[in-house]
């Protein structure tokens, strides 16, 4: 069966002029109907060779891949099955391939890689331990690197999809016993051939207070081994609550992040750190509140408060911190500097009413329930190879909808000498461009998303946004659209859509 979709072949001409002479063009559009025969809608993007798009047909265990020209025309499928009632658990991609893990309530797990050239698809199904819960999946060359936790404690384990070979990889560090490591984070290095895995120890005896927490780093080699495990250590008083890190050398490694003074997974700062043997040889802390734009997003009236409070702290010879959840980056290496990026975001809520029997009785009753994360502003900060801060810019990000989960949503890119940042901001395009002095160059806004119909209206939109190739950016997602002139059928429809966008 194929998938059904409705393409608008002419390209559009809906411009918008912004600022700096910037336009946005919705060159190509197409829609499937979320009411037809396919659900959880999604896409992978692969530059000038088009993109997959993959659906689930609905009450079976088949998933359909789609292959998409860059002129959204499709021009091959194929159907996999995956096992029965397990669900897409997480998906990691690049411009090469498309990795996929499926898994059900009882730890069965179907693994795909798929050439995006071909649709190839290589498949392989195994057993987790009982009760995992996978938290995050990686890529190193042919292994897959599954992390997850259970009643025992964290779970690291790798699947090799050529062979269907598993190895289970032991988290084990002295002193502390299984349930008082956490993995945190796991990153692939650039060259492919480890990976780091950032594991949080914490002694459960002690409670929770961030004096006894430590973060170990462990690598990965290509054969499932673990090859290094040290401590990334600090000053006793700051709980690094993400890392990531940047290959400097044989055996060295810049690292940056962030910390937390109260224990807790918000954050105060930003921290960077040179590793050499195993050993930290310099860390440095960074309060949000030094850095010379961080409350720049904020109306004049909050941000002045905010500087007050600091400087009543400050004539007490104390440190005054805000608390921060941030989405970071990994670290990123322009001329001799070394980039931080975060998004900064709040949890919101929702209060529900529901209805429940007591004693016989039918009675309405509330509860607040976790209604996804809302993004602010982001930070971008450059240092130099002994941790100072040269320069940094902070600036508003509000996307159209809120994760349930820390996404990061700016698209960044890196040349010689320049940053270039794209990101959705309420229903707009941003492009913004930093050199390497932390001038910015441009800073370009466009409206984004059309239905192509002057008739149609957009009630809803749950939109993601991509850099696809040249020029060209993907938006996609589901959107409720509302028909005036229909004269037939359904006046409101329910559809996962993709716009081809140029941004110029």
Known sequence: MQLKASLLLATLTFGFSVQNQAQ???????????????????????????????????????????????????????????????????????????????TDAKGNYTFIHVEPATLEVTKKSGVMPKKTQVGEIAILNNLVLVAGQNTKGPVLFTIDYQSGKQTFI???????????????????MEDETEAIIYINAADSRLGKNVYDQSVYAMHINTSSKKTDLYMIETDGEHQLTSVSASKTGDDEYILTGTYSTRGTNTSQGIFIAGVSNKTVSFIKYHNFLDFNEFLSYLPDRKKEKIEKKKERKEDNDKEFSIDYLMASH??????????????????????????????????????????????????????????????????????????????????????????????????SIKSMQVDDNGKILHDNSAELIDTGSDSDKVKDSYSNLSYWYDNYFLAHGNQTIKDSDASFGKKKRRVYFINKISFE
């Open 170 to 188: 032991p988290l084990a560090i002295s002193g502390y016993g299984p349930k008082d490591l956490t993995i945190e984070n796991m990153q692939i």
């Open 24 to 102: 946005v063009l919705n060159e190509n559009r197409i829609e499937f109907d979320l009411n037809e025969d396919y659900e959880d809608f999604g896409l992978s993007a692969y530059g000038a060779d088009g993109l997959i798009l993959y659906a689930k047909l609905e009450k079976k265990d088949i998933w359909k891949l789609e292959r998409y020209s860059t002129d959204l025309k499709s021009d091959k499928s194929v159907n996999v099955t995956i096992g029965k009632k397990q669900t897409l658990k997480k998906k990691v991609e690049d411009e090469n391939e498309l990795n996929m893990l499926f």
């Open 330 to 427: 990994e670290i990123a290496v322009m001329n001799d500097q070394y980039i931080y990026l975060g998004e900064a975001y709040y949890p919101t809520y929702r209060t529900e009413t529901y209805t429940t029997t007591v004693n016989g009785q039918t009675v309405t009753r509330t509860r607040t329930v976790f209604d996804g994360n809302q993004y602010t502003h982001a930070t971008i900060a450059a240092f130099d190879d002994e941790g100072e801060l040269i320069w940094d810019r902070t600036f508003e990000m509000w996307p159209s909808y809120k994760p349930f989960f820390a996404k990061r949503f700016i698209e960044l890119n890196i040349d010689e000498d320049n940053i270039n940042m794209l990101f959705a901001s309420n229903n």
